[in-house]
């Protein structure tokens, strides 16, 4: 069972890999394609463009980062780490992490394909998705090593709310209001990870 969950866990670390690396260069292709090399960017809405590119890129390498190292770290030790389930919970753990990792890759490369205008709708979904799939696995786990995860479904659901808020209050004229949400949310994102993952050890 050991070796059939390390050989998962390993398998599931090389789909975060493929799809981080696929997700980030279908995003800057698609970029120079339709923002750059066609010249189809509004020049009063050109700093948009690039700042919605830019949080595409870092929320790329955020969340496929986040998920590699909940595998590393809350998976793969067997005793390095607090939070080691029971065989059967980290296998449902494991399928629960690559539904995740799916469904936010295949929402990913729905916006590399778009033009922009709907980001924030889809960044939305993401936030949804991993609050959603990261509360799952706060459902397996038997102690209270799952802080950092915790905060992650906080910091994505207080975002989610104050962007809905934002969609249903300001109708027009709400991108810079987005991109503030949006923006905190993802350096709150990466300050937490950084945090656990490094400074902790």
């Known amino acids: 069972m050991i ?3 390390t050989s998962q866990i390993s398998f599931l670390k090389q789909v975060v890999a493929i799809m981080m690396g696929l997700s980030l260069t279908s995003t800057v292709q698609t970029f120079i394609k339709k923002y750059l090399s066609e010249g189809s960017i509004d020049n009063q809405n050109i ?3 690039y700042l919605i590119f830019l949080l595409i890129l870092l929320n790329i390498i955020r969340f496929f980062f986040d998920k590699w190292m909940y595998l590393e770290t809350e998976l793969t030790s067997s005793n390095g780490f607090p939070g080691k389930s ?5 296998s449902k753990k494991i399928l629960v992490s690559f539904i995740i990792i799916i469904v936010q890759s295949l929402i990913f490369s729905v916006l590399s394909l778009k033009t922009y205008d709907r980001f924030f709708y889809f960044f939305s979904v993401v936030l949804v998705v991993d609050a959603v799939g990261f509360t799952l696995l706060a459902s397996l786990e038997k102690n209270k090593s799952f802080s950092l995860e915790r905060s992650w479904i906080l910091n994505n659901a207080l975002s989610v709310i104050a962007l809905l808020s934002v969609f249903l209050i300001i109708k027009n004229h709400n991108f810079y209001w987005c991109f503030a949400i949006s923006a905190l949310n993802t350096l709150v994102g990466f300050v937490l990870s950084w945090r ?5 050890q």
């Open 196 to 200: 656990r993952f490094y400074f902790s």
């Open 86 to 90: 029971s065989p059967a919970n980290n």
């Open 47 to 49: 700093w948009q463009h």
């Open 3 to 5: 070796m059939a969950s």
